[in-house]
């Protein structure tokens, strides 16, 4: 506080038009909320002129331990130091700071200072705190962006959406980033102060908040709990009793409040997507630009062989090893963000991929990146952070073994060409997928392509690639949707010159998104016999009755077939992921939407399964419409029943947003839907009196 009978008596913030300025309001508009290399102003108050020969002098603060104190010079600078000026009016002082464009990020406490012409303190006010974020709308700043239809997206968007599925079936996940929601402004500074970096070395930290590629991977080290205070704990495996279903969030705001209420506790349960999309938000909030992706068919090389070496036995069971086997994920999913990076030789600024999911460590630490996506696209794997690993998400070949009783081991497929398919993000124009797999790799097969390979070092383990046989196995299916009975056709092709008798075995099993095996749901062995030049088509029919009791919440099954002939050099084997077609939710929000008054809105689900659905629960969110909240479903929902509940919420913000809506139950889980909406500005009446 100011000294009562000094000069000073007060100081406006002038948060409201400074944030409007700095693009924050939408965050706050109390607090004064600014980005580096803009200048903002403040109005001190004073109860008299400064007195002649003395001059006022600024002094911020930043860290909690005082870290930084910056001396804010009262003269222009060169843009490489904090400097300020002043207008005076009678009894006040306009003050307007200048920031660098490469100051730390963080919240900071300002004092004036009344200074004597000897240079002793007069008079000091209380400290007044302010937050200072990147600033991609500044051409200095390492994260300038300078499309404006990219910034709206990827800086301003609360709502968007993350891509799941399979590459030939790819899912719409709406997601509620909430970046502008009450206090995660706080939360995401708070996440930066409990890494181990902060703790160890806080000097250190504080100093390098300027750079966004040391706090993007501060933060992708953080979103996961795995080494430190992070926020989320993943599992990958039922049960969940203990936490929360990872496909049962539908943002990030409540994971990030919860982390906060809980004092630095992780919140459980997390999968990529979750891992993605906090990230994706706490980024945004800081002022990085970033994009949620999600490669199909995606690799997890542990080796750092560039291959994945999947080993079956005789049964075609999956032998694992030691808990540190390569696997194929049906997608997995991370984040870009966009910045410079002179840490590193040019070409190598823009996206940069950075991964939260804990898979390997890098530097000792559960992170990834970031990492230049160009780097991937040119092979340059000697780029940091972890290129090897990320090229191989996107470019590894899958190599099938047969593991016979007695050890021996049989090579039975090689796939060059099934990672890194469809490589999606959101669309800046509108709810639509973007395809950038270009951005990570040249065309398959191209000689462009294979001279990246060469210079990436990619070889399939010395192993030869055979020429195919004259069998050939295929797998095609029907629709299938979750809930019914549905036929998965195998086809078995000769090739050759002569009629061929060959042993064909059909396995169907349940797995989770990441490949982990949940349960055996049909198997068959049947004998055929295949004419020269003809194909012979073998119909295996998936009941529900058997897959229902092991599929995952992932709604993924797995058809492996086996073919082996007498004189046929190896056997030949094909795989094909199924992923189940789930229902959705219908979600209406009709009339006019007005910004603080009440709305309804209006949730349909209908259960398509045989049985009967028991504990449902819808859990509704939306940004700027309400918090997340939960309503159960009082009585069981039998096959075919509709269940319609309404909602009311009254919006605290303008602007088009979207509600996002999930339904779980114990049978059913996963089931998404969503509604876009506009909310309206309230008007008011105006009385006119004469």
């Given at each position: 506080?100011?000294?009562?009978?000094?000069?000073?008596?007060?100081?406006?913030?002038?948060?409201?038009?400074?944030?409007?300025?700095?693009?924050?309001?939408?965050?706050?508009?109390?607090?004064?909320?600014?980005?580096?290399?803009?200048?903002?102003?403040?109005?001190?108050?004073?109860?008299?002129?400064?007195?002649?020969?003395?001059?006022?002098?600024?002094?911020?603060?930043?860290?909690?331990?005082?870290?930084?104190?910056?001396?804010?010079?009262?003269?222009?600078?060169?843009?490489?130091?904090?400097?300020?000026?002043?207008?005076?009016?009678?009894?006040?002082?306009?003050?307007?700071?200048?920031?660098?464009?490469?100051?730390?990020?963080?919240?900071?406490?300002?004092?004036?200072?009344?200074?004597?012409?000897?240079?002793?303190?007069?008079?000091?006010?209380?400290?007044?705190?302010?937050?200072?974020?990147?600033?991609?709308?500044?051409?200095?700043?390492?994260?300038?962006?300078?499309?404006?239809?990219?910034?709206?997206?990827?800086?301003?968007?609360?709502?968007?959406?993350?891509?799941?599925?399979?590459?030939?079936?790819?899912?719409?996940?709406?997601?509620?980033?909430?970046?502008?929601?009450?206090?995660?402004?706080?939360?995401?500074?708070?996440?930066?102060?409990?890494?181990?970096?902060?703790?160890n070395d806080a000097d250190m930290d504080i100093s390098n908040r300027s750079d966004p590629a040391y706090v993007s991977r501060i933060v992708t080290g953080m979103v996961n709990s795995n080494d430190d205070h992070g926020v989320l704990a993943g599992r990958w495996e039922e049960p969940y009793t203990d936490g929360v279903s990872p496909t049962k969030w539908t943002g990030s705001v409540p994971i990030l409040q919860q982390w906060s209420k809980g004092?630095?506790?992780?919140?459980?349960?997390?999968?990529?997507?979750?891992?993605?999309?906090?990230?994706?938000?706490?980024?945004?909030?800081?002022?990085?630009?970033?994009?949620?992706?999600?490669?199909?068919?995606?690799?997890?090389?542990?080796?750092?062989?560039?291959?994945?070496?999947?080993?079956?036995?005789?049964?075609?069971?999956?032998?694992?090893?030691?808990?540190?086997?390569?696997?194929?994920?049906?997608?997995?999913?991370?984040?870009?963000?966009?910045?410079?990076?002179?840490?590193?030789?040019?070409?190598?600024?823009?996206?940069?991929?950075?991964?939260?999911?804990?898979?390997?460590?890098?530097?000792?630490?559960?992170?990834?990146?970031?990492?230049?996506?160009?780097?991937?696209?040119?092979?340059?794997?000697?780029?940091?952070?972890?290129?090897?690993?990320?090229?191989?998400?996107?470019?590894?070949?899958?190599?099938?073994?047969?593991?016979?009783?007695?050890?021996?081991?049989?090579?039975?497929?090689?796939d060059q060409t099934s990672v890194g398919r469809n490589i999606s993000t959101k669309s800046v124009y509108g709810d639509y997928r973007e395809d950038v797999t270009h951005l990570y790799k040249y065309p398959e097969g191209s000689k462009k392509e294979r001279e990246v390979n060469e210079k990436a070092g990619h070889r399939v383990n010395g192993v030869a690639l055979a020429e195919p046989g004259r069998l050939q196995l295929s797998i095609k299916r029907?629709?299938?949707?979750?809930?019914?009975?549905?036929?998965?056709?195998?086809?078995?092709?000769?090739?050759?010159?002569?009629?061929?008798?060959?042993?064909?075995?059909?396995?169907?099993?349940?797995?989770?998104?990441?490949?982990?095996?949940?349960?055996?749901?049909?198997?068959?062995?049947?004998?055929?016999?295949?004419?020269?030049?003809?194909?012979?088509?073998?119909?295996?029919?998936?009941?529900?009755?058997?897959?229902?009791?092991?599929?995952?919440?992932?709604?993924?099954?797995?058809?492996?077939?086996?073919?082996?002939?007498?004189?046929?050099?190896?056997?030949?084997?094909?795989?094909?992921?199924?992923?189940?077609?789930?229902?959705?939710?219908?979600?209406?929000?009709?009339?006019?939407?007005?910004?603080?008054?009440?709305?309804?809105?209006?949730?349909?689900?209908?259960?398509?399964?045989?049985?009967?659905?028991?504990?449902?629960?819808?859990?509704?969110?939306?940004?700027?419409?309400?918090?997340?909240?939960?309503?159960?479903?009082?009585?069981?929902?039998?096959?075919?029943?509709?269940?319609?509940?309404?909602?009311?919420?009254?919006?605290?913000?303008?602007?088009?947003?979207?509600?996002?809506?999930?339904?779980?139950?114990?049978?059913?889980?996963?089931?998404?839907?969503?509604?876009?909406?506009?909310?309206?500005?309230?008007?008011?009446?105006?009385?006119?009196?004469?």
């Amino acid at each position: 506080m100011a000294n009562h009978n000094g000069v000073i008596i007060g100081m406006d913030m002038r948060s409201h038009e400074n944030n409007r300025a700095h693009r924050t309001e939408e965050i706050d508009r109390e607090r004064l909320i600014v980005r580096r290399g803009q200048p903002f102003s403040l109005t001190m108050q004073c109860s008299d002129s400064v007195p002649p020969k003395h001059h006022l002098a600024l002094v911020l603060h930043l860290g909690k331990k005082e870290q930084v104190v910056v001396k804010v010079q009262p003269e222009q600078g060169d843009g490489a130091k904090w400097w300020f000026h002043q207008q005076r009016a009678q009894d006040e002082v306009l003050l307007t700071l200048h920031s660098p464009v490469d100051a730390p990020i963080g919240q900071y406490r300002l004092a004036v200072l009344l200074m004597s012409s000897s240079g002793h303190i007069v008079e000091r006010t209380g400290d007044h705190k302010f937050f200072l974020l990147f600033n991609p709308w500044c051409k200095g700043d390492a994260v300038y962006l300078s499309d404006e239809s990219l910034l709206h997206e990827y800086i301003m968007n609360e709502n968007g959406i993350i891509y799941t599925g399979s590459w030939n079936y790819i899912r719409n996940l709406p997601w509620n980033f909430g970046q502008f929601e009450d206090n995660i402004v706080d939360i995401c500074l708070e996440i930066l102060d409990h890494s181990n970096a902060a703790l160890n070395d806080a000097d250190m930290d504080i100093s390098n908040r300027s750079d966004p590629a040391y706090v993007s991977r501060i933060v992708t080290g953080m979103v996961n709990s795995n080494d430190d205070h992070g926020v989320l704990a993943g599992r990958w495996e039922e049960p969940y009793t203990d936490g929360v279903s990872p496909t049962k969030w539908t943002g990030s705001v409540p994971i990030l409040q919860q982390w906060s209420k809980g004092r630095a506790k992780s919140v459980k349960f997390g999968q990529c997507w979750v891992f993605a999309g906090v990230a994706c938000t706490v980024l945004r909030c800081l002022g990085i630009p970033t994009r949620c992706i999600t490669n199909f068919s995606s690799a997890h090389d542990v080796h750092g062989n560039l291959s994945l070496d999947v080993y079956l036995n005789e049964d075609l069971e999956r032998i694992r090893g030691d808990g540190r086997d390569d696997s194929s994920w049906n997608f997995h999913c991370w984040v870009e963000s966009w910045m410079n990076r002179e840490d590193l030789p040019v070409g190598n600024d823009g996206w940069q991929v950075l991964d939260p999911t804990p898979q390997e460590r890098s530097e000792g630490v559960y992170c990834c990146g970031p990492c230049p996506v160009k780097a991937i696209k040119e092979g340059e794997l000697g780029m940091k952070y972890d290129a090897p690993f990320v090229y191989a998400e996107v470019n590894a070949d899958i190599i099938h073994w047969i593991v016979k009783r007695d050890g021996q081991k049989q090579q039975t497929r090689v796939d060059q060409t099934s990672v890194g398919r469809n490589i999606s993000t959101k669309s800046v124009y509108g709810d639509y997928r973007e395809d950038v797999t270009h951005l990570y790799k040249y065309p398959e097969g191209s000689k462009k392509e294979r001279e990246v390979n060469e210079k990436a070092g990619h070889r399939v383990n010395g192993v030869a690639l055979a020429e195919p046989g004259r069998l050939q196995l295929s797998i095609k299916r029907a629709q299938a949707i979750f809930g019914t009975d549905f036929d998965v056709i195998v086809e078995v092709k000769n090739a050759g010159s002569q009629e061929t008798k060959a042993q064909l075995t059909l396995l169907s099993t349940a797995v989770t998104y990441n490949s982990v095996h949940r349960g055996e749901c049909q198997r068959r062995t049947v004998s055929v016999t295949v004419p020269t030049q003809t194909a012979h088509k073998e119909v295996l029919r998936l009941r529900y009755a058997h897959y229902a009791a092991c599929v995952s919440e992932h709604h993924v099954l797995r058809v492996v077939a086996l073919l082996q002939a007498p004189g046929q050099n190896k056997p030949v084997l094909e795989e094909a992921n199924i992923p189940l077609i789930m229902p959705e939710l219908h979600v209406q929000v009709p009339g006019k939407v007005i910004q603080h008054e009440e709305a309804t809105a209006y949730i349909s689900f209908r259960n398509p399964l045989p049985i009967t659905l028991k504990g449902g629960v819808f859990t509704v969110e939306g940004a700027g419409l309400l918090s997340a909240r939960e309503i159960p479903v009082i009585d069981h929902i039998a096959p075919g029943q509709e269940v319609k509940i309404n909602m009311s919420f009254k919006p605290r913000r303008t602007g088009m947003t979207k509600l996002m809506v999930d339904f779980d139950s114990d049978k059913l889980k996963d089931v998404k839907g969503v509604a876009t909406l506009v909310v309206h500005r309230r008007k008011y009446n105006i009385h006119m009196y004469y």
